[in-house]
C-alpha cells in the first residue's frame, strides 16, 4: 500500500522554485532542494522523478503565477501600449515579496541556451516563440506597419524583454523605468 504524502505538493514546487529562480538549474544542489522544501530526496524522487522533473513543475508553476499578465496582454487593445503594460507589469512581479529579482523562465532560456537538453529547450522555444507571436498580434494593431517592420520590432521587443529581465536583478528601478521608456520611444 502506498503511503500517503506528509506535505502539499504545489507548496513544495513553489518553494522549489524559488530556489531555482535564486540559483539557476544547475547552481541548486538535491541538498538545497531538500532544506528549502523540508522533504527528503526519496520523497523528491518519488513525487518528480528526477531534479530535472522537478525543475520543469517549478517552471510550470512560474508560468501559471505570471498567465496573469499574459492573459492582460492578450485582452488588450491598445497595441504597442499593451506590450509596455506588459513590460512594467513583468517588471513588477520582481518587487513582490518572496520573490527573486530577474525572470525565471529568462535565466533558463539563458542557462540552457547552448544546452543539449531537448525537453528544456523545447519549453524554452514554446514560451519565447507564444510571446513573440502574441508581440506580432498587437504591432498589427498598427495598420501603417507593414509585416517586415513588424516582425523587426517584434525581434526587437523579444531580445529587449530578455534584457529587461536581466537587468531586475542589477538596475534600480527608476534605471529600468527609464530603460522601458526609451525601448517605447523609438517605436
Same mark, same amino acid.
Do not use: P
Given at each position: 500500500?502506498?503511503?500517503?504524502?506528509?506535505?502539499?505538493?504545489? +507548496?513544495?514546487?513553489?518553494?522549489?522554485?524559488?530556489?531555482?529562480? /535564486?540559483?539557476?538549474?544547475?547552481?541548486?544542489?538535491?541538498?538545497?532542494? +531538500?532544506?528549502?522544501?523540508?522533504?527528503?530526496?526519496?520523497?523528491?524522487?518519488?513525487?518528480?522523478?528526477?531534479?530535472?522533473?522537478?525543475?520543469? +513543475?517549478?517552471?510550470?508553476?512560474?508560468?501559471?503565477? @505570471?498567465?496573469? #499578465?499574459?492573459?492582460?496582454?492578450?485582452?488588450?487593445? $491598445?497595441? #504597442?501600449?499593451?506590450?509596455?503594460?506588459?513590460?512594467?507589469?513583468?517588471?513588477?512581479? !520582481?518587487?513582490? $515579496?518572496?520573490? /527573486?529579482?530577474? !525572470?525565471?523562465?529568462?535565466?533558463?532560456?539563458?542557462?540552457?541556451?547552448?544546452?543539449?537538453?531537448?525537453?528544456? /529547450?523545447?519549453?524554452?522555444?514554446?514560451?519565447?516563440?507564444?510571446?513573440?507571436?502574441?508581440?506580432?498580434? *498587437? =504591432?498589427?494593431?498598427?495598420?501603417? $506597419?507593414?509585416?517586415?517592420?513588424?516582425?523587426? /520590432?517584434?525581434?526587437?521587443?523579444?531580445?529587449? *524583454?530578455?534584457? =529587461?529581465?536581466?537587468? @531586475?536583478?542589477?538596475?534600480?528601478?527608476?534605471?529600468?523605468?527609464?530603460?522601458?521608456?526609451?525601448?517605447?520611444?523609438? #517605436?
Amino acid at each position: 500500500m502506498a503511503r500517503k504524502k506528509q506535505y502539499n505538493e504545489a +507548496e513544495v514546487i513553489d518553494k522549489a522554485m524559488h530556489v531555482f529562480w /535564486q540559483n539557476g538549474y544547475k547552481g541548486t544542489s538535491m541538498q538545497m532542494l +531538500e532544506d528549502e522544501m523540508g522533504i527528503n530526496k526519496f520523497s523528491i524522487y518519488s513525487s518528480f522523478g528526477s531534479k530535472k522533473g522537478l525543475f520543469l +513543475e517549478s517552471i510550470n508553476s512560474y508560468k501559471k503565477k @505570471t498567465n496573469q #499578465l499574459f492573459e492582460k496582454l492578450i485582452r488588450g487593445t $491598445k497595441g #504597442l501600449e499593451d506590450i509596455k503594460e506588459f513590460f512594467y507589469d513583468s517588471v513588477n512581479i !520582481c518587487y513582490e $515579496k518572496g520573490n /527573486q529579482k530577474g !525572470c525565471l523562465v529568462t535565466n533558463t532560456y539563458y542557462e540552457f541556451s547552448d544546452s543539449e537538453d531537448a525537453t528544456i /529547450q523545447d519549453n524554452m522555444e514554446g514560451f519565447m516563440t507564444n510571446l513573440k507571436s502574441i508581440f506580432i498580434e *498587437k =504591432l498589427r494593431m498598427d495598420s501603417s $506597419k507593414d509585416d517586415a517592420t513588424i516582425m523587426k /520590432q517584434a525581434n526587437f521587443l523579444l531580445l529587449a *524583454k530578455h534584457g =529587461l529581465a536581466a537587468s @531586475t536583478k542589477v538596475n534600480t528601478k527608476k534605471e529600468i523605468e527609464d530603460y522601458i521608456e526609451m525601448t517605447f520611444s523609438k #517605436l
